[in-house]
């Protein structure tokens, strides 16, 4: 019984343990994930809004001794500094309804040439207007007003790696941590249960004591009826008293039951016994079960502790 319950507390930790960290190992990659998508987002956004051009600060003049300079744009969004237009690497291509390219800006990458910007125009073309990924690149499709198409793709390997990094290594770290906390669990588990395993020796002990206690006496009563029936012959008498011997041995199985039952001598069952007693200033009866809840009184009445006359 204790190491089914060790086994089963064990189980139960680990799997509530598991979830959380489970739950934290999502929750931040998925707050990083939306970062990284916000910040390419607001990049296209910039640049689709400047005509294909990534906005460029104004140096020195005008800008207030100890502030940053500012973009030529009103707002551009947090993200968006000096170094910005310097480390982001994009491309542009217009292209018509029919999927015919007009131009292509290919100033600000080196990894894409002209031969490769219709396969750049085919996707777009396929996605429509809004925002997609292919590849190493997030793009965003916006109409013109002449009818035409710019595509702007911004390369996104540097944002990805560092989004791949850290789902490898919060992955890694939530496994180990699972791990660790797992074999804590298993070695402290056994001091977690010592008062479980103390009270359950304790209830055993009682059980054995108390079957001695209370068994002996009855035995011994039981076995001196039986010699007095064989000194002077069966009597209705002897038999009475045996009878209810048995009764008493049957209202210390009963009690022993509800001790392995409920884990305290008697469980509080009231209703049933308590409408029987015909003496109510006797008090409230306590028993096991309502099942046996009649033989518990059928005993006590036997015994003399209920009387079986009315007041």
Not at 43 to 51: G, K, P, R, Y
Not at 177 to 200: D, T
Not at 257 to 268: D, I, R
Not at 304 to 311: A, D, H, K, L, Q
Request: glycine share 6%; proline share 3%.
């Amino acid at each position: 019984m204790i190491k089914k319950l060790r086994t089963k507390f064990i189980t139960i930790s680990i799997i509530a343990v598991a979830s959380v960290m489970v739950l934290l190992f999502a929750a931040v990659n998925i707050i990083s994930f939306v970062s990284v998508n916000t910040k390419l987002n607001n990049t296209l956004d910039m640049i689709s809004e400047n005509q294909g051009q990534m906005p460029q600060f104004k140096r020195g003049e005008g800008a207030p001794e100890g502030e940053k300079p500012k973009p030529q744009e009103a707002h551009m969004g947090e993200d968006f500094n000096a170094e910005t237009p310097f480390s982001t690497r994009f491309f542009v291509v217009y292209y018509a309804e029919s999927g015919e390219k007009i131009k292509s800006d290919l100033d600000q990458i080196a990894a894409v040439d002209d031969t490769e910007t219709d396969d750049y125009i085919a996707i777009a073309l396929a996605h429509g207007e809004g925002y997609g990924f292919t590849e190493s690149y997030k793009y965003r499709v916006t109409p013109q007003e002449d009818g035409s198409y710019m595509a702007v793709f911004v390369n996104d390997e540097r944002e990805m790696s560092s989004s791949l990094t850290l789902l490898f290594v919060s992955l890694g770290a939530t496994a180990v941590c699972i791990g660790l906390i797992s074999i804590l669990i298993i070695l402290f588990s056994k001091k977690a249960m010592q008062p479980v395993i103390e009270s359950h020796q304790k209830q055993k002990q009682f059980i054995t004591d108390a079957s001695h206690e209370l068994k002996t006496p009855i035995t011994v009563i039981n076995t001196s009826l039986s010699v007095l029936e064989m000194e002077v012959g069966k009597q209705k008498w002897i038999d009475k008293a045996k009878a209810q011997c048995d009764k008493l041995k049957d209202l210390v199985r009963l009690i022993l039951k509800s001790v392995v039952e409920t884990g305290t001598p008697f469980t509080f069952y009231r209703d049933t016994v308590n409408r029987m007693n015909p003496n109510k200033h006797k008090g409230i009866i306590y028993c096991s079960t309502r099942k046996d809840t009649e033989r518990v009184h059928e005993a006590l009445v036997a015994a003399g502790v209920y009387e079986t006359r009315s007041e």
